[in-house]
């Protein structure tokens, strides 16, 4: 059974390594960068989806189960830890808010021109969060197909959850790095070396919690809506609202520092926790037939 999920493994990493190369050639010549981005973020379930019809792994070990609890829990998570990583920005003068430009463009978004700051404020985060969730969602489904519904799974069953959780969070983190050696994802302002110090800190710390996260809930849900949520309030919201100090980039984002810290205690936090639960009780393999037919 080890050999036959070690070769849905390889198949998947090698239809990735194909799939995306063929999207970032594409981007190049490419006009429509929102196109792009989505057909990128989309390589990851398109290749689990083609290894799992070639392997007959039934496409229900995905996991489809819908749980308001875990939804609600996948939403919370990255609002919590962003909340506190910015905080500690605007308390430590390390950036400003609210940042004018931002509010600006808030009030003319939602029509709320005359509206309190705070007002405009709150408005804009749940409009972010929640009304913009369902797009965000959508772009998120399909890496998290591939990350968190087969890799993540795949390689609970071969080497279990906590060094699936971490090796998931290094692929997802390598796949990332030709659009931010070669493309334009990733803030300016730092040295290469300092954003891509940060940024892979931060991938493998939440490829760990997503991975606990998609195993003890049984479902991909909650993982496509943490997502979905953590680059609308980081990207969307935290990072617009707040106003450069001159440093701020240093701390701000994905490729800063201020998150570095939050999601690394979180993932050693859950990281524990995973040793202490028996593997059995963290997630159920289903015995399907076409497993071994590959």
């Known amino acids: 059974m080890k050999t036959s999920v070690q070769k849905r493994i390889y198949v998947y990493i090698i239809l990735l390594v194909i799939f995306t190369g063929i999207v970032h050639a594409i981007t190049v010549f490419s006009k429509n960068k929102n196109m792009a981005s989505m057909l990128i973020m989309w390589t990851p379930g398109l290749a689990a989806l083609l290894v799992s019809l070639i392997a007959k792994r039934s496409l229900k070990r995905i996991g489809w189960k819908f749980s308001v609890k875990w939804i609600s829990i996948g939403w919370i998570f990255p609002v919590v830890y962003a909340t506190v990583a910015y905080s500690a920005i605007w308390i430590l003068g390390l950036g400003d808010v609210p940042n004018p430009t931002f509010l600006e463009r808030a009030r003319l978004t939602l029509g709320m021109e005359s509206g309190s700051d705070s007002l405009v404020i709150i408005s804009a985060f749940f409009y ?8 965000s969602a959508f772009m998120a489904l399909g890496e998290e197909i591939g990350w968190r519904g087969f ?66 809930s049984g479902s991909i849900w909650p993982v496509v809506i943490f997502h979905a949520t953590h680059n609308g309030v980081i990207q969307m919201f935290y990072n617009r609202i707040t106003a450069d100090t001159g440093k701020t980039a240093w701390f701000t984002g994905e490729f800063g520092f201020a998150l570095v810290p939050v999601l690394v205690l979180t993932s050693i936090l859950l990281y524990k926790n995973m040793s202490r639960q028996p593997e ?10 076409g497993l071994k037919n590959m």
Do not use: D
């Open 280 to 289: 059995k009780t963290m997630y159920k393999t289903p015995k399907l037939s």
């Open 151 to 216: 890799l993540v799974p795949e390689l609970s069953e071969w080497v279990g959850l906590k060094k699936a959780g971490l090796i998931s969070g290094i692929i997802w983190g390598t796949w990332h790095l030709p659009g931010i050696l070669f493309g334009n994802y990733g803030q300016t302002g730092t040295p290469l070396w300092f954003r891509l110090t940060c940024f892979t800190i931060l991938v493998i710390s939440t490829g760990v919690l997503l991975a606990w996260l998609r195993m003890k």
């Open 128 to 135: 972010i969060t929640i009304v913009n969730l369902l797009p």
